[in-house]
């Protein structure tokens, strides 16, 4: 940080003024940065009270406190692994796992290059036989049903059922410094043509009746990776309402997005847009708070 560019209790009530107002968390960076704020400055202050003004909004209305959740990247943006490095053999692609893009306000990280096309290849044929039509968790009872918001096929894999699925996860683990046994197994999905899953939250409604049965293997889910198995040929984009951000469906990328509380002020409504033109396959990863069994 520049000695010459201190984070300033003014910067912070501005910054929270400027929340409270309703700017999204990318148009108060680019004005700091017209300001004359450096990058490194700017993106600190920024996190740092946007932090803290979430813990003292969700207190003041009631809302559970925030929880620890997986995060890829160090204070600097940098990831905290690379697979590109000797001691792995975990590697992608050629050059390692990359960050394509990263917002802060939701929490939401793209990555180029997280698994390789033959990986993409054979999990989509792992699974191929084991599709069924989605379901998605009842949530008065606990269980499973299916709804006309996730117009989807689908198939869930044991953790580490196979090496494939295995050397995923475990790369997953390594990559958002989580452990391996919070994560539920490899969900494998195949989109046709007009298929989409409406904008939901991931996380369990503490609301409903259902969701204590639910939590009592692992906790709350804390996190989302949504890996893209093929490039469709046209539509399938995970969008975030919220947040006005896409994603492309690129084969072998994959969307990253954690929230600390089950609560819509983490601003990860999500959801996936119709397919126009051929399939969709996609693998979800779901991190949980504790050891999921």
């Known amino acids: 940080m ?15 003024e400027q929340a409270s107002a309703g700017q999204a968390p990318e148009v108060v960076l680019q004005a700091m ?19 803290g003004y979430l813990v003292e909004r969700a207190q003041a209305q009631g809302l559970p406190p925030p929880v620890k959740v997986p995060e890829p990247m160090s204070a600097d943006g940098s990831l905290l692994y690379r697979f ?10 050629a050059g390692g796992v990359h960050v394509l893009a990263s917002l802060l306000n939701p929490r939401v990280v793209v990555f180029g290059s997280l ?17 069924a ?19 989807s096929d689908g198939m869930f ?20 410094n989580w452990p391996m046994e919070n994560g539920e197994g490899l969900q494998v999905l195949r989109y046709r043509t007009n298929a989409e899953y409406k904008p939901h939250y991931d996380y369990f409604d503490p609301q ?32 975030f309402p919220d947040a006005q951000f896409s994603v492309l469906p690129i084969k072998g990328n994959a969307v990253f997005f954690s929230y600390d509380r089950p609560d819509p002020m983490t601003r990860t409504l999500h959801g996936g847009a119709p397919v126009l033109e051929g399939e969709k396959w996609v ?9 999921f069994d």
């Open 2 to 16: 520049s000695a010459a560019q201190q984070i300033t209790p003014e910067l912070r009530r501005w910054i929270v």
């Open 33 to 51: 940065r017209d300001s004359g704020w450096s990058i490194e400055v700017a993106e600190q202050a920024l996190e740092d009270t946007l932090r």
């Open 84 to 93: 590109d490095s000797p001691q792995t053999s975990t590697v992608a692609a």
């Open 115 to 131: 698994l390789s096309d033959a990986e993409c290849d054979a999990l989509i044929e792992l699974a191929t036989a084991r599709l």
């Open 133 to 151: 039509r989605s379901e998605t968790v009842e949530s008065h009872t606990g269980g499973s049903e299916v709804n006309d918001a996730r117009t």
């Open 157 to 176: 894999f044991g953790r580490a059922e196979n090496p494939l699925c295995a050397r995923i996860e475990q790369r997953i683990a390594a990559l958002l």
């Open 208 to 239: 409903q009746p259902g969701t204590p049965a639910v939590l009592e293997r692992g906790g709350q889910r804390v996190a989302s990776v949504v890996m893209y198995l093929n490039t469709p040929a046209l539509g399938g984009a995970t969008v």
């Open 283 to 291: 693998a979800t990863k779901w991190l949980r708070e504790r050891r």
